[in-house]
């Protein structure tokens, strides 16, 4: 056996080692080379983590909302039924410091011919986000739907991750009633980026919750495409939705689908859903489809929970 190299010798010398003057020369010179290099070594990493923190990590300035309200008003309503409106939106919002975002349906270029005015919740909420560019949670709540139980924080009522997890329903077809596309299950909470309900028909675009992120503008991009726009889909930015989830697996795979009720009571029976019909107490009472039937008047089916809200803004159970 041969050995090319002798084995190095170490840098520390045994303490009983004789100590010629050149070689404490050499320790020293090594020693301040050894303490150069981890100078510069720690140098390094302060600027790689500086650089690091400033791009990616972003500082979320203070007082900045967790959560954005946003809701987009048909002005053809009665200016009192908008100021109501308006009212139960702005109270749920300061309870918990979160901002609210109104804009008109009018507000936003639908293309040529214009899609339907309900198409304009998808620019909206992207309007919102460059508002709020530090916001975790964008909340897009239905003009036709009011807060009912402002106490619940939508944190602790919706968007805790263990929280989540234990509301999601997995497995189940993603447009009912027997889509082959089924919800994923083994998602975790922190994970998902849109949380969303279904009544008896299909998905609901009247209640829903985005996570800010590059992953909400692709999706909101290409919601609004202008091919899903022009297409005259029945059920217009609904069925767009429909069609987004169920063909695009980097969609489904960040969505969480939840009891209806949590977010989306229904005023009148849910349509083939017993369990999403409004109960006192719940968070959200929407009086779906109260505007595509001439038979109808949003206002005045309204008014009796709008006088229970007031009733129970004024109890002063602000809590939880
Ligand atoms: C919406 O319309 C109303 C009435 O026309 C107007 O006063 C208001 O400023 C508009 N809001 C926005 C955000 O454009």
Redesign the pocket.
């Known amino acids: 056996m041969h050995f090319a190299y002798a084995p190095r010798k170490t840098s520390n010398p045994p303490p009983y080692a004789a100590r010629s003057p050149k070689s404490q020369y050499l320790r020293r010179s090594r020693l301040q080379l050894l303490g150069l290099v981890a100078a510069g070594a720690l140098f390094s990493i302060w600027l790689l983590s500086t650089l690091f923190r400033s791009s990616s990590a972003r500082k979320i300035p203070a007082g900045t909302p967790p959560v954005v309200l946003v809701t987009t ?1 048909d ?1 053809r309503a009665s200016p009192a039924s908008i100021a109501n409106i308006l009212d139960n939106r702005k109270d749920y919002a300061f309870r918990h410091g979160y901002a609210t975002f ?3 349906t009018s ?1 936003y270029d639908l293309g040529v011919p214009p899609a339907p005015d309900s198409w304009s919740k998808v620019p909206a909420l992207r309007h919102a986000m460059t508002l709020y560019p530090h916001s975790a949670f964008f909340f897009y709540l239905s003009q036709n739907a009011l807060i009912m139980n402002p106490s619940l924080s939508l944190e602790r009522h919706v968007l805790g991750p263990a929280r989540l997890e234990s509301l999601m329903i997995v497995d189940k077809p993603v447009v009912p009633p027997d889509s082959v596309i089924k919800t994923f299950s083994h998602l975790k909470g922190d994970r998902i980026n849109l949380v969303i309900t279904q009544d008896g028909e299909g998905l609901s675009q009247e209640s829903f919750i985005l996570r800010r992120g590059n992953w909400a503008k692709y999706f909101l991009d290409s919601w609004f495409d202008p091919l899903y726009r022009s297409y005259n889909f029945q059920k217009a930015e609904g069925h767009a939705l429909e069609h987004l989830v169920q063909w695009h697996g980097t969609v489904l795979a960040k969505l969480a689908l939840i009891p209806q009720r949590t977010i989306n009571s229904y005023s009148r029976d849910s349509s083939n859903n017993k369990d999403g019909t409004y109960h006192e107490g719940d968070f959200v009472a929407n009086f779906h489809g109260c505007d595509r039937d001439g038979n109808r008047n949003c206002e005045k089916e309204m008014a009796p929970l709008m006088t229970r809200w007031r009733e129970i803004r004024d109890s002063g159970t602000r809590r939880v």
């Open positions: 008003i002005r109104f804009a008109n507000d």
